[in-house]
Each structure stands twice: as C-alpha cells, then as structure tokens.
C-alpha cells in the first residue's frame, strides 16, 4: 500500500474530457524528452475515438485541440502527443464495449486525409469511421491498454475475503448477493492490427497487483476516475421504449464483415455517405416549418424514427449524434442500487490501495 507523504492533487470536473487541457499544460509541458505517463481509469465508456474533424497537425496545438474534443475522444490526442503509453481502464460490469484484455493500438496521422486515424479493425473502431491501415499512417504511436471489469477479475487485497457485497451477474444484467458465483475474469491478448492478427486470442494471468504495479514501477501516472463507473445513465436512450431503441439501433448500426482493407475502407466510405443521407433527410423532415409534411423515404425504419421524433417532440440533432457513434454493442446504462454502487466503491478502494506509489493528480468527473 502507498504511503502519502504529500498532499495528493485532486481536481473535480464536470465532463471528463476536461481532463485533457489538465494533462496538457499541467503534466505534459513538463515531461522530459522521451518521458511519458500511464493513465488509470474509473469509468463506464471507453473513450477511444479520435476527434473528427481536426487535421492531425493541429492536435499540437491546444486550442485547437481542446475546441475540437469531447467526452469519447479525448485519451488519444493525448497518446498522439507521446504523452500515454500505457491505459489501465477498470470498467463496471455493463460496460460491454470492450472484453477484459490487453489491447495494443497504432494512433497516428492518416497519409492521404490528414486526419487522426486508428489501425485497429475492432467495430468500435470501424463504425465510427476512424479506422485506417497501419501502412497509410505516418508519425505513429503505440498504446497499450489494458482493461479489466472491476469485481470480476481477481481480488486485489493481500488476503482472501468473503464478503456478503452485492455482484454484479453480467450474463443476465441481474444484482445478486452470491458471493460463490463471482465469475473470474481473464485478460485477453488482443492483436487489433489485422494484417498481422492472429485467428485466436491469447489468455494471459489477471491485471492483479502485483502486475500493475510492475507495469507502473518505471512511470508517473494519472488517475481519472467518472461517476458512471459507479451508476451510468442515458439520456437519450430512456427517451425510448424498448421497440423504439431497436428502430433506432437499426437505422444507424451495421455490423463490419468485411476483412480486407479495401473492404473495410470502402464500408466506412459508405458508411459516411449514409450518415450524411440520414442527417439530410431528418434535417428536411424534423426543422420547421415542414414537420408536418407526410414523409416520403424508401427507408421504412429511418421513417419510422422520424415519426417517432415527431411524436415524442425529441431533439433530432442530439439523437443523431448519439446515432453516429452506435457500434456493436449498446452503450453503458445501469442504474446501480446502493448496494452494487459500495461493491464497486471496495472494488476501487481494493485497486487504490494496491497501488505503490503516489499519482501525479486525480481527476474526478461528475458527469454520468
């Protein structure tokens, strides 16, 4: 266990991409050359998207860098930057965006765009449209990045506990107290470079203490912690009953079969166009004064959330940026009972407390 001898450096934010300018000029100005920082997470989402619509050269500049971030895209900047190399995310139980693994991602600027690009096929990546060949991108960096469901992996305290602590069931979303039946989780290998991935994933031993603390012996590190680690909600899901989400879900998600790169480019071309259409049509049917006119689109689903947004007099420019970033598996939503919100609050404590030595700064961000 780490024993404070300073005052530990904690700042609370509204929304965790605030971080970002935090790590910039506080930590990152005054790395020496060739340092860098790992990053140890609380949090529910992954927020391992690249910003859209900035040019990879300007991600050096901060203003242009903190206008052009949000909540999903503002770690990797930070990785393009040089400033993390290594990512310890601890996720709740619901979280499914990610498995339990060790994942290595190449960041860097796409050669014909400019823009800031990932080599790694995972869906997350393709259906956001920020997927490009290693071999298409100069000036890369290379994070690692580590992810374990807290609660679900192994116990981080020296000694073996009973606890009668709410676990969480993550096969049938379910709040149980049988302590018996924690399920063990193993982290995963995960080659997300598919010109040289392999077919199967190798198992490797728990992100246990002893681990991340060999991990961290040689670096500085940031802890971030976000409140949906502990309860995540959805706003705009819960605008919509079960049968609208699935219109909803239909409409913007495709799953990624293709293998190649062609393939893969030519589906995020695609889907690019199609996104945009979507944007068109709901812009001509849902933005005054044609609400009211019949609609008249091929697409019977796109239709039937139009109608739907109509009904329900919903935010049709929030929805669709919500659309946008729908993968393959849905968003975090788990309203924790007080009982699962102290389980994970030990299950942090446990982590925390393994730790060996103090972090440069805490950031707590409110927004769940």
């Not at 300073?6 to 509204?14: A, G, N, S, Y």
């Not at 206008?67 to 990797?76: E, K, P, R």
């Not at 994933?201 to 500085?220: C, E, G, M, V, Y």
Request: charged content about 25%; overall charge negative; aromatic content about 8%.
């Amino acid at each position: 266990m780490v024993i404070i001898k300073d005052k530990l450096k904690i700042k609370i934010l509204e929304n965790n991409n605030e971080v970002l300018p935090i790590l910039l000029r506080d930590i990152g100005e005054n790395l020496k050359v060739g340092e860098d920082i790992a990053l140890v997470r609380f949090d529910a989402y992954a927020d391992f998207l690249v910003p859209r619509n900035i040019q990879a050269d300007e991600v050096q500049t901060l203003n242009h860098l903190v206008d052009s971030i949000n909540n999903q895209c503002w770690i990797l900047p930070a990785v393009y930057r040089g400033y993390i190399t290594k990512i310890f995310w601890f996720k709740p139980p619901w979280a499914s965006q990610f498995h339990d693994g060790v994942y290595q991602l190449q960041i860097g600027k796409c050669q014909q765009t400019g823009l800031l690009k990932v080599a790694s096929i995972l869906p997350y990546f393709t259906s956001n449209c920020v997927y490009s060949s290693i071999d298409t991108l100069s000036n890369i960096h290379t994070v690692d990045i580590y992810i374990s469901t807290s609660g679900l992996a192994k116990n981080y305290s020296t000694t073996n506990e009973k606890t009668t602590t709410p676990i969480y069931d993550n096969e049938n979303e379910s709040e149980h107290l049988d302590n018996d039946n924690r399920k063990k989780a193993k982290l995963l290998v995960n080659d997300t470079n598919h010109k040289n991935s392999p077919t199967s994933t190798k198992r490797i031993h728990s992100l246990d203490a002893p681990l991340i603390n060999q991990l961290l012996s040689t670096k500085q590190f940031l802890i971030d912690i976000d409140l949906s680690f502990f309860s995540t909600d959805d706003s705009i899901r819960k605008q919509f009953d079960e049968n609208e989400y699935e219109i909803l879900r239909y409409v913007y998600t495709r799953i990624v079969q293709e293998h190649t790169d062609v393939e893969i480019l030519q589906y995020i071309t695609a889907r690019l166009n199609t996104l945009e259409q979507i944007r068109t049509v709901m812009n001509e049917y849902l933005t005054d004064p044609k609400q009211d006119q019949p609609i008249s689109i091929d697409n019977t689903y796109l239709a039937a959330l139009i109608t739907i947004i109509r009904y329900k007099k919903l935010d049709w420019k929030a929805i669709h940026n919500y659309g946008i970033h729908l993968s393959d598996t849905r968003p975090p939503l788990h309203v924790s009972s007080e009982g699962m919100i102290i389980y994970l609050l030990e299950s942090m404590a446990k982590v925390l407390e393994s730790f060996e030595k103090q972090p440069i700064l805490i950031t707590v961000s409110r927004l769940v």
